[in-house]
């Protein structure tokens, strides 16, 4: 299963010239950040509940390389085989973050068109 992701053309570029400018790389980690956000709103309700333990470990972040959502942690150690499967325990695949992101591709896309120009305008680098 491949991981899903979305590529920003330019960005390294953007992540570059924000570098020079104080707190620019700031402003980019709050656009993963948003972008991200609307992924884990997609994916909570996907989330497949016995205890809604799972469901409650879903959590997303931003980074200035990317926006991450993640599910799981040391008390939720299921969550790799719930989403990705696990054929020798006959665990199928339910792959719900893939899937939030599928649903919402085009608001991340949204998200980062308009908010990739008003950095671009904000910090002159036009």
Known sequence: MTKPSIEVEGARQLKRALRQI???????????????????????PLVPRRT??????????????????????????YAGPI??????RNISPQPFLYDA?????????????DNVKKLIKKNNLD
């Open 83 to 88: 989403h990705f499967g696990w054929p020798k």
């Open 101 to 113: 992101l599928d649903q919402r591709r085009g608001e991340v896309i949204g998200v980062y068109e």
């Open 52 to 77: 809604g333990r799972l469901a409650a470990s879903v959590r997303s972040s931003g980074i200035a390389s990317g926006g991450v959502v993640r599910a799981g942690f040391a008390k939720v150690p």
């Open 22 to 44: 104080e707190g620019g790389t700031s402003d980019l980690k709050e656009i993963h950040a948003k972008a991200a956000k609307i992924v884990e709103d997609a994916a909570v």
